[in-house]
């Protein structure tokens, strides 16, 4: 809930003032409080004009009412509660899924998560990767595991230039096309051997890798804002969330019109799970009005356009503000929320990567002009979080219907099931059930 939130986080500095009083036994002299509360003025300071939003969420935190919120003590240990969850996950109808992983460009993870000089492992997409970032600043990722005797570079590999080294025998192989560079201890240098070096596009403070079941060369590439890579808009923060769904259910949202002024109608200032506020804002409503379409423009089969109209209104009759959103989805995964208020312009990247064929990472991360002050910034962060939380609710607990009963005014997720199909190929993975349909195994 965001009023436990808030006063967690301000209880938190105090603790922590007090704390430091406690410990060095000062005593409470005007000159010290003058500067205990100088200390927590400039705290504070920092929280809210420097320091930037970071809020993550577990998908076992969302949608298990039953078993986070116990009307007894039920679950004591936090071992009890994820089996207890692991439970409902388990008996859960999946339903008949399109197939696992779509093709296009995935944001693999933040560029900032990886360093000059450093190795990161990735799992998803049914993929085992590895990632490196050579001297040069240059980023690379490769299949994981060395073809010598199947170590896993991810874990233990070194960057030597614009190479990564086995760090089982050593064996060390090239960024830029993954052929073997180096055995230490023969001078023998097989050419067929290399690791396969996937296609990436490193930009908006992403790594993207491009997935084509049919290993096809990219048709279409992220756009890249050029006001992010000059560094004149200023990065705000991130949100990240665990997902159990099908990673077509999330876009799929941005369709469904009629579900915004259902799931998103009551404020913010509920929280994420408006049910559970310990605060009626019944007075405060979101109204939500929006277009979902395919974009017209030749060459731009790829991407989907929802133009949203926000309004927060007080006692349902009294507008508070409105902003307009330009929403743009390009691929299966990729989507930017294009922001212009009165303080200023901004873009909040919404990218989806499947790490299982039921398990999503969202991450939200959000850039603006200078002009749009730092703690405005947060509060479009936050809020975002919160109004996806309530998404993360149904789809945690939902299964997927191939063939929905839609009526007339759903009529643009039709659309979008149409248009999301050409990111499936012959040769897209499928997920595969048991005879009840209630266990996936792929």
């Not at 086995?166 to 096309?177: L, R, T």
């Not at 212009?340 to 990567?353: D, I, N, P, R």
């Amino acid at each position: 809930m965001l009023e436990s939130t808030i006063g967690s986080y301000f209880l938190s500095i105090g603790l922590d003032v007090l704390r430091w009083c406690l410990t060095t036994g000062l005593t409470y002299s005007p000159s010290f409080i003058t500067s205990i509360t100088l200390g927590f003025l400039g705290l504070l300071w920092y929280h809210l004009f420097w320091k930037p939003f970071d809020r993550f969420r577990d998908l076992t935190e969302i949608g298990f009412d039953e078993v986070n919120r116990p009307k007894r003590n039920d679950f004591k240990t936090e071992t009890t509660r994820r089996q207890v969850i692991n439970g409902l996950m388990r008996r859960r109808k999946i339903g008949a899924l399109p197939p696992a992983y779509p093709n296009g460009w995935f944001a693999i993870f933040e560029s900032n998560s990886l360093t000059k000089g450093n190795v990161k492992e990735v799992n998803l997409l049914g993929l085992n990767l590895v990632a490196w970032r050579g001297n040069s600043g240059q980023c690379y990722v490769a299949d994981a595991y060395c073809p010598h005797l199947g170590a896993n570079l991810g874990v233990g590999g070194k960057v030597i230039g614009e190479c990564i080294r086995c760090p089982f025998h050593g064996w060390s192989f090239k960024g830029c096309n993954g052929a073997l560079a180096n055995i230490p201890y023969s001078e023998t240098i097989p050419e067929f051997a290399k690791i396969k070096i996937w296609k990436t596009l490193e930009g908006n403070g992403f790594i993207y890798l491009w997935y084509h079941a049919e290993s096809e060369e990219p048709s279409w590439y992220p756009q890249i804002y050029t006001e992010i890579q000059s560094g004149s808009w200023k990065y705000r923060g991130r949100s990240e969330l665990l997902v159990s769904c099908h990673i077509q259910e999330i876009p799929e949202n941005g369709a469904d019109m009629s579900h915004l002024n259902i799931v998103h109608e009551e404020a913010i200032l509920c929280g994420g799970e408006p049910d559970y506020s310990r605060f009626g804002w019944d007075f405060i409503k979101h109204k939500w009005d929006g277009q979902w379409r395919v974009s017209d423009v030749e060459g731009e089969g790829h991407v989907a356009i929802m133009k949203l109209r926000h309004e927060m209104s007080l006692l349902g009759k009294i507008p508070l503000f409105v902003v307009n959103v330009v929403v743009k989805q390009a691929g299966p995964s990729t989507v930017s929320l294009e922001f212009e208020t009165a303080f200023g312009k901004g873009v909040l990247f919404h990218m989806v990567t499947p790490l299982e064929p039921m398990v999503q990472r969202v991450t939200h991360q959000f850039y603006s002009s200078n002009s749009l002050i730092h703690p405005y910034g947060k509060i479009i962060l936050l809020a975002e979080a919160i109004m996806i939380e309530r998404d993360v609710k149904i789809w945690n607990r939902k299964t997927f219907m191939k063939t929905p009963l839609l009526i007339k005014n759903d009529r643009s997720v039709k659309q979008f099931r149409k248009w999301y199909a050409q990111f499936y190929s012959d040769n897209s993975p499928q997920c595969f059930f048991t005879k009840n349909e209630n266990s996936l195994e792929f």
